[in-house]
Every structure is written in C-alpha cells, then in structure tokens.
C-alpha cells in the first residue's frame, strides 16, 4: 500500500487558528442552515400542524428507509435573495426500499409552498441529477404553483420542468408524485406526467383551474372535491392511480411503489472499504483563513480516501498538481488537487494525461480546488501556457466518466473551469465554508481597475484623483469578496451544498454510490485537437 504521511502538525499555532476560522464559519453556515429548517416561520408551521399535516422533511423522514442518510441538495438556495433561503422546496437524495432516489418535497409553510424563481432552478437541478445518474424521482406534492408576482420568471422557463418529467419516463427512469394538498395550474402536470401518482383522501386538490378561476372563464359552478379531489380523480378521471387515507397510507404506498419497481443498480455494491488512517475532525485546521498561504492537498486527501491509500501520479512533474489512484467507499477513483494554487504548463499537460488515462479506465475524478488561476507573466506566455491551459479545459470538457469537485479554498479564474467547476457540469459540486470563487481575487481586480483608471487619465492627461481611486478599489474589494463567498454562490446553485469539511468523505461516497446507479464509462479517443 501507499499511504500517504501526514506531517499536520495539531498542536502548532497556525493549525489552531486555522482550526478556530473554520469552526467560525461553520457556526455561520447552521445558523443560515437553522433559517431553511424554520420553512415559514413559527406561526405558519402551528397553522400547518394544526391541519393534521407533516412538514416537508417530516415527510421525507418517513419516506425514507430506517437509519439511512439523506444527502440534502442546494439546502441554501435563494439566500442573499428576495426570497426565504430554501426556495420552498427541499431536494436531496436517500435510500427507499433499498434503492437510491432522488426526492423533492414542497415547502407548504412557505407561501403555501408556490414556487418562485430560485424554487424551479432548484427543482430543475434534481432533475438533472436524476437523469445523469439514472435515479428516480419522488416528488412529494404540495404547492399552489406559481408564485404570481414572479409569474414572469417562472412561467417561460418552468415548462422544462414538466419536459424532464417525460424525458425520465422515456429513458427509463422511474418518477412517482404523492399528492398532500394543493397540486394547481400547471403544478397538476407534476401528478398528470409522473409514472405513479398517489393522493390522498380529502386532502389531494388537482385541479388546472380551481373553483374561482372556473367560475370566471366559463360560469359553472364547482367545489374543490367533485372538480379535482383524490376520490374524483381516483374513480371518475383516472388521474390518481392510488387512493391514500392519510399521509402515513400515502408514504406506504409510495415505498410499495418503489420496491415493485425491479430496479437495479448498474454497479454491484464495491463492499466494505477501510477508513483513513487520519482523523476526520483534524480537516478543519488544514485550509488557512488567509487564502494566499498554500497548503498541502494531501493533508485532506489521507482523510478522506480509504485507509489513506493515495498512487500518486506523475509526483515530480508539474509539482502545484497533485493526481493520482486511490479508492473512496471502496469505489475506485482519480485525484486531481490544487497544491500551491498556480496551474503551470506542466500541471495542465499533466492534468489532460490524466484525465485521459481515468476515462480510458472507466474511473470517476475527484476535483480538489485551491487554485488562483493559470499563471500570467511574459515567460509562462511565450511557454504557451494558453495552449497548455485549454488542453486541460478541453480534457475535462470532453471527459465522459463522472467528475465530483470540491472547492476547499481559492477557485479562481480559469482554473475554476480547468478543475471542473458548474459549468463543465460535474455531476456533483460541493464547496467548504473556506471556498471563495470570482473571475480572480478581490485585490486584484480592484487592482486592475485602478491601472485601467490611472490608464485612462494619463491618455487624457487629466490628473488622477488618488483619493477617488482608494474609494473605488475599497468598494469593488468589498463586493467582490461578499460575491465570492460560499454562501452567496450556493444562494445561486453554483454548487450542491456547502458542506462541513469533516463530512467530505461521507458526502462523496454517498455521491460515488449514487453515480454508479447508472453505467460508468469514458470517453476513447474523442478529446477534439490538442494544441501542442
């Protein structure tokens, strides 16, 4: 075995501040975590209860197999927004009757759970997720549709939501919709294009039109029950293929639908796997609070890959990269990590060689970030380092097997591309309360703004208000760093959670096992033309 050494040093100074910075974090991160638990408020969830209702992750709970884990997705979504934190929805990934889903919940206490602009990005997310891995899809209905007033950013983009549903069916892929209260407008197509609808007596309302709306375009007169209750709809429509007494009856049904599903993984359980030779909680004082002070990567990487057993590839070459083999909850994996934060053109050349080699293997990639970017400079210009760069990016835009990225510390510029960030679609995507990602970092883009500045009156020789330029690059400091923190990109869904750095192993396991519901293959040969 290789196991890797580990010279953390536990008792120093710097581990014990770095220690202290990260825990301050976390204490920031659950208590806007606490705001997304709290749905509506205090006075929405007693109305909630006091109609005999769950609350959304009450729901999931018991949906959910006994002592299983469920992998909250996009906890965060919306904050720094307009609206509350947790877009009315909870989205995640658990265990029922034995089989790997993908299940979203509206949150009723939120607005009577309607959907806003944040709400359907995050939906559509869990689509997505869904249909890469080939999970299905649970949704646990409870919504009065569309939040009118952001009906105009909603509405055009929100048909997709209806598409993915068809387009899981078609490939395939198994969706189920229990129905709890309000399913309206173009909410009813979520039970009207599920392959299993469930709802539940004199609770289920689906309806395109409720009473109010039908009276006005057409007249008639009708009540909830008789134009889209759960008994109209399981006797007369045929829309519920399931007629549930209660909540509980209705989570029964649905796990009875799940285990009638024959479905099977497409790669058989890898086994037990050995736990690092490292503490996990000694991951909190490896990132320093200052980003600018390198670390070393394979302090985490020997707490977190199975018995800290790393193969480290190409270990003398393009040194401020480290790759290399190893295994994660038994499952087989390659390694890309970030070690003094400048991508050479040696890293990028040996990143594109390894990422072919894992794709020629069938091997999952793991994407560690603290990288400033690719280096500028003369020198590393007239080396070709554009070149050498978009040969990485266009490795890990033609890699086929999955990829997982975590983002530690910096992930800055095209590094953030070159080490698989959202837009090179991971399958998964995480970041640590130390992360921070921009276009670069705030001192240097305000400093680049200031030389632009000075520039520009120079040309016009105007003289320079040195005053003014402190100013400016005081402020554009501050908003860079506030737009770059971790809390602020996962508001956007630029990530899939922000997650304890001690939960690392758990979460990608809990990914790797969910990836391999569905084939693992690599791409032979299609990587376009690599400029040499």
């Known amino acids: 075995m290789t196991v890797l050494p580990s010279a953390l040093d536990t008792a120093s100074p710097d581990y014990g501040a770095h220690r202290e910075a990260m825990l301050a974090k976390l204490a920031e991160l659950d208590a806007e975590h606490a705001r997304a638990l709290a749905g509506g408020g205090e006075k929405y969830v007693a109305r909630h209860r006091a109609r005999g209702k769950l609350l959304a992750r009450e729901r999931i709970e018991l949906l959910l197999d006994r002592d299983t884990p469920f992998l909250e997705l996009s906890p965060l979504a919306a904050w720094g927004s307009d609206h509350p934190v947790g877009a009315s929805m909870v989205t995640g990934i658990g265990m029922v009757e ?3 889903c993908v299940i979203t919940a509206n949150d009723p206490t939120v607005r009577g759970g309607a959907s806003n602009p944040w709400t359907l990005k995050k939906a559509l997310r869990a689509n997505e997720i869904a249909y890469a891995n080939r999970l299905p899809v649970i949704s646990l209905v409870e919504s009065g549709g569309a939040d009118l007033p952001s009906q105009k950013e909603i509405f055009i983009p929100g048909g997709a939501l209806f598409r993915d549903l068809t387009r899981l069916s078609a490939a395939g892929i198994p969706t189920v919709a229990v129905v709890f209260g309000n399913s309206t407008a173009g909410g009813a197509y979520v039970p009207g294009m599920s ?6 007596k004199e609770r289920s309302k689906v309806f395109l039109g409720g009473p109010p709306l039908v009276k006005m375009a057409t007249g008639e007169e009708s009540d909830d029950e008789s ?3 759960a008994e109209m709809h399981a006797r007369t429509s ?3 293929d399931h007629y549930a007494l209660d909540e509980q009856d209705a989570l029964r049904t649905a796990r009875q639908i799940v285990a009638r599903l024959n479905w099977r993984k497409a790669y058989a359980d890898p086994g037990p796997a050995e736990p690092p030779k490292y503490d996990e909680e000694e991951l909190l004082g490896i990132v320093p609070g200052d980003l600018r002070i390198p670390f070393d990567p394979r302090e985490v990487v020997a707490r977190v890959v199975d018995g800290s057993d790393f193969d480290e590839f190409k270990p003398l070459y393009g040194s401020s990269l480290v790759t290399g083999w190893a295994r994660l909850h038994g499952y087989a994996v390659g390694v890309l990590a970030n070690a003094r934060g400048v991508l050479f053109s040696a890293e990028s050349q040996k990143a594109a060689q390894f990422i072919q080699l894992a794709n020629q293997r069938d091997i999952p990639l793991v994407f560690l970030h603290n990288t400033t970017g690719y280096m500028v400079g003369r020198e590393y210009e007239q080396g070709g380092i554009i070149k050498h760069g978009a040969m990485m990016i266009n ?6 097997v999955p990829h997982l990225s975590v983002l530690m510390g910096a992930s800055y510029g095209a590094g953030h591309y070159g080490m698989c960030g959202r837009a090179y679609d991971p399958r ?8 921070k990602s921009a276009v670069m970092g705030p001192q240097q883009l305000a400093g680049v703004l200031s030389i632009v500045a000075r520039g520009s009156a120079a040309a016009k020789g105007q003289p320079y208000d040195e005053d003014g330029d402190a100013a400016l ?3 554009v400091e501050r908003q860079i760093e506030s737009e770059s923190l971790p809390m602020f990109l996962s508001g956007r869904l630029y990530d899939d959670g922000v997650i304890d750095p001690r939960d690392t192993r758990t979460v990608l396991g809990l990914c790797l096992s969910a990836i391999h519901s569905a084939p693992v293959e690599g791409v032979r040969g299609g990587f376009g033309v690599f400029r040499m």
Do not use: Q
């Open 428 to 435: 998964f995507l995480f970041a640590w309360p130390s992360a």
């Open 227 to 229: 134009l889209g209750g």
């Open 473 to 475: 690059r005081a402020m």
């Open 98 to 100: 034995g089989v790997e």
């Open 238 to 240: 045929g829309l519920a």
């Open 195 to 200: 392959d299993h609808t469930v709802m539940i």
């Open 395 to 400: 490795a890990v835009a033609n890699s086929r």
